[in-house]
């Protein structure tokens, strides 16, 4: 079946660079999937990677993924404080198009 | 555009009582998703509705829960009756769900409180 695992915290300052990790096993995604959750908040969509591409960035996130070890990593350039939220991995499944996530991994950025 | 609207934002019952949560996807997403994230969790699919019809309702508990799509725009979920473990934030979320690439699009939450 379908598992997606993340690490559960990572802590970075300020002006730093965080990469945030992400491991699944569904081998038929086709696309996956960041969004960033903040407190009492739904869930943001960040970004997204076709599952034939190895590598895509928008302004300061870039995502890389190595599709044979089957990990994807969110790295953020530059972090800054309004980063710190809850960041979930999910992949997709190609039939039914519902998203599978991870437990999230807390991102905390110290000023 | 008008992003996902739930309501109430938040709820606290006692077990064994009845509450019902109501979602109203983006305008033309024919795609709807009910998730659960209980605290510290990341989302679990209930139910996945294609207009008005089910597509997955298999992590759905059926002996409690419930959810239509009536006219294949709002939605609304039910739980009777309750239970402590259901105490979790109840998530919607809707695509266009005509291509492979179809962003969930999520809603605030409901967060539900059983005591």
């Known amino acids: 079946g379908e598992d997606v695992e993340q690490s559960l915290f990572l802590s970075v300052r300020e002006g730093d660079s965080s990469v945030i990790n992400c491991t699944y096993t569904d081998s038929s995604s086709t696309y996956l999937y960041w969004y960033k959750q903040e407190p009492g908040a739904g869930l943001q969509l960040l970004t997204y990677i076709f599952s034939n591409m190895d590598m895509k960035q928008d302004q300061r996130l870039t995502v890389l993924l190595n599709k044979k070890d089957k990990h994807l990593s969110l790295r953020i350039a530059d972090t800054q404080t309004g980063d710190s939220a809850i960041y979930f991995c999910?992949?997709?499944?190609?039939?039914?198009?519902?998203?599978?996530f991870g437990s999230g991994t807390r991102l905390q950025v110290q000023p | 555009e008008a992003g996902v609207a739930q309501s109430p934002r938040y709820k606290i019952i006692e077990k064994r009582q009845s509450v019902a949560f109501w979602c109203n996807p983006i305008s033309g997403h024919a795609t709807l998703y009910w998730y659960q994230q209980i605290l510290g969790q990341g989302p679990k699919l209930l139910i996945q509705?294609?207009?008005?019809?089910?597509?997955?309702d298999s992590q759905l508990p059926k002996d409690r829960f419930s959810a239509e799509r009536l006219k294949g725009v709002d939605s609304t979920l039910k739980i009777q009756p309750a239970k402590l473990e259901d105490s979790a934030v109840y998530l919607c979320a809707s695509s266009l769900g005509d291509r492979d690439n179809s962003p969930l699009h999520f809603g605030n939450g409901t967060r539900l409180t059983v005591t």
């Open positions: 999910a992949e997709q499944d190609t039939g039914r198009r519902a998203l599978t």
């Open positions: 509705f294609q207009n008005n019809g089910v597509v997955d």
